[in-house]
């Protein structure tokens, strides 16, 4: 911060890329995990081969989504190289929609990873 409190513009740019590197070293460790855990469950039945399917295709839509705003994300912190000011708080403010928009579909994604992985374990248990 300068002396009148306010953010020099770089410093804001660099802590909003330092944030969103965070964000997606984080989400790709926690999927990491979730696709080690499907290679240890093992199907005995053919009703259980569907499950970790399912749960599979979630993984995947979660690191296609992930790919995607990395992609975005890489393409607005291109264009703001050259943007102007006022350009530069558009980018800016659309780089911390798509991030506030791809944490609440990832918070979705996970939640629903979670109520899948629960129901399979309630079903090995029922067995």
């Given at each position: 911060m300068d002396h009148n409190g306010s953010w020099h513009a770089g410093c804001k740019g660099e802590r909003v890329f330092r944030n969103f590197h965070t964000l997606a070293c984080v989400i790709g460790i926690a999927f990491?995990?979730?696709?080690?855990?499907?290679?240890?469950a093992a199907p005995s039945a053919d009703s259980s081969a569907k499950a970790p399917a399912d749960l599979q295709k979630l993984v995947e839509q979660s690191?296609?989504?992930?790919?995607?705003?990395?992609?975005?994300?890489?393409a607005l912190a291109r264009q703001l190289k050259d943007a102007t000011e006022e350009k530069r708080r558009e980018i800016y403010e659309k780089m911390n929609e798509q991030k506030k928009a791809f944490e609440a579909a990832q918070s979705a994604l996970h939640k629903r990873i979670r109520d899948e992985q629960r129901a399979q374990r309630s079903q090995q248990r029922s067995r």
């Open positions: 990491g995990s979730a696709s080690i855990a499907l290679g240890a690191i296609q989504q992930r790919d995607r705003m990395i992609s975005e994300h890489d």
